[in-house]
């Protein structure tokens, strides 16, 4: 984490229990290479980036099974995510 922190490191891979706890100045993406299981634990991954006003990315990788999360989750945020396939 230290290393991350001092940008010794681009890239961080984390698990929801980290990414309630990471609080680091510049984060532009977040990738989610699963779909979390609580609209909650979704806000708080992508929350990582694009705080203070900067602009940031996040990718979220769904299976048809978890449609029904997906639509939760945009319901949730009041946004619809654009889909593309892979």
Do not use: W
Not at 35 to 55: A, D, F, L, M, Q
């Amino acid at each position: 984490m230290k290393s991350f922190r001092n940008a010794e490191i681009q890239y961080l891979i984390a698990t929801d229990v980290a990414a309630r706890g990471i609080d680091v100045t510049g984060v532009t993406h977040v990738y989610n290479y699963d779909i979390p299981e609580t609209v909650e634990s979704y806000i708080h991954r992508i929350g990582r980036c694009g705080r203070s006003g900067e602009n940031g990315y996040t990718c979220l990788f769904v299976d048809p099974k978890n449609e029904k999360m997906l639509s939760e989750i945009e319901n949730n945020i009041k946004l619809t995510i654009k889909r593309r396939t892979i």
